[in-house]
């Protein structure tokens, strides 16, 4: 399947296509170039889940960020761009976040690629030329 998103303004719309056709997937890893939009995008979608808009931020020095839904679930967000062997990840306790049943959004899943379980929703975003966004998976 395969979301454009025209520009900031179209990004809301986006992400509430986008949290419609993932359906039952709660583990999300958003492959893409530094500055596609990984950041942005998850904000969106927290927004789109009633997640407090001054909550996220990037987790890039805390690895995870945990937020609350407006149903109270939690959502977790992971970035693991300076994540450089699995071992990092595990201290964490990755596997107790991706079994939990929430929603995981992760940037950098590549630095974590032989730790993600089968079942994980890869979602690839490119840049186009425009400057518009496609997200496939």
Request: with cysteine; charged share 25%.
């Amino acid at each position: 399947m395969e979301i454009r998103i025209q520009n900031l303004e179209d990004i809301q719309r986006a992400a509430g296509e986008f949290l419609t056709a993932i359906g039952e997937s709660t583990l999300i890893a958003f492959y893409a170039p530094m500055g596609a939009g990984k950041t942005t995008f998850t904000t969106a979608l927290c927004k789109e889940l009633g997640v407090r808009e001054d909550a996220v931020s990037s987790p890039t020095f805390a690895i995870v960020n945990e937020y609350r839904s407006r149903t109270g679930e939690p959502v977790y967000h992971f970035d693991f761009y300076r994540i450089t062997k699995p071992s990092e990840a595990l201290d964490i306790g990755l596997y107790d976040y991706l079994d939990s049943g929430y929603l995981c959004f992760m940037e950098w899943p590549e630095n974590v690629e032989e730790l993600l379980p089968e079942e994980t929703l890869r979602v690839q975003i490119k840049v186009n030329p425009d400057g518009s966004r496609s997200l496939s998976f």
